[in-house]
């Protein structure tokens, strides 16, 4: 089933530390972001990109998707001081009727998979709202002050991902209302769980980490490695 993405790439990247916006670090040479564009770019599923690049940008990500032929980019909307914001304006740039499902993608996670994807639009086609998730491995406990409050039972636990999926009226309407109500979220279901609606999971992968502190560089350098040898063979 067909979908258009909008790809959020207008952070800070605080927690990476980093010179510049973490999307723009190189993995092999690469920018991260250029590895996250290349999955929707080679998907014949992916109708259209929507990028959200911080203003002070929009001429570098220009050059990048020139440079490496990334043709799906339909519009670069502008980010905001907040990730919500960022989306909201992706969402608002997007040309596409209420029924069409759009995902919302962090530019930040460059390990995502096609049939992951096709899983995610799959089930917000049938349910409206769809994301991946995982469940989590650790313990999870809610501190206050330094002081545990209350350890939160592991099994109904999971993490949520992106890709979000969702069909367009869905989502536009939630992020209206969220606006409307000054409801501030870390993702994009959760705008949607606030209208009371029904949010499907789909099974994601541990893979699909996003980069956002150094040591995540190193294991995504990792994980390009496996995939070189996966494609040419393991090195002898
Ligand atoms: N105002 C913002 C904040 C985040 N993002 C994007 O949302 C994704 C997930 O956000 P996060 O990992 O928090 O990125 P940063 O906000 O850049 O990181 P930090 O919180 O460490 O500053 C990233 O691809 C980031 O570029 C965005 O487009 N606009
Ligand atoms: C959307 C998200 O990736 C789901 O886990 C996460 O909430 C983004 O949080 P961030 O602080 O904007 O990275």
């Known amino acids: 089933m067909n979908y258009q993405v909008v790809v959020v790439a207008a952070g800070q990247g605080s927690r990476m530390g980093a010179d510049r916006n973490k999307v723009l670090l190189p993995l092999k040479g690469t920018p991260v972001i250029i590895h996250t564009l290349r999955i929707f770019e080679k998907d014949p599923c992916c109708e259209g990109i929507v990028l959200v690049v911080r203003e002070s940008e929009r001429d570098l990500f220009r050059g990048l998707l020139e440079k490496y032929g ?6 670069l909307a502008a980010g905001g001081s907040e990730r919500q914001e960022s989306v909201f304006n992706g969402l608002k740039s997007l040309k596409s009727s209420d029924d069409r499902i759009v995902l919302v993608h962090d530019g930040a996670r460059p390990f995502i998979d096609r049939r992951r994807i096709a899983g995610v639009v799959e089930a917000a086609d049938k349910h409206g709202a769809a994301l991946l998730a995982v469940p989590v491995k650790d313990t999870i406990k809610q501190v206050d002050s ?9 099994k109904s636990l999971w993490a949520a991902q992106t890709p979000q999926a969702f069909r367009l009226s869905v989502i536009l309407r939630a992020y209206r209302e969220g606006a409307d109500r000054h409801f501030m979220a870390t993702d994009d279901a959760s705008l949607v769980e606030e209208m009371g609606m029904l949010v499907v999971t789909v099974s994601g992968s541990y893979r699909n980490i996003k980069l956002t502190t150094p040591e995540d560089m190193i294991i995504a350098e990792k994980f390009l490695e496996e995939e070189k040898e996966d494609a040419c063979g393991p090195r002898i």
């Open 146 to 154: 330094g002081e545990v409050r209350k350890t939160l039972e592991r």
């Open 70 to 75: 990334i043709h799906k980019v339909v519009a």
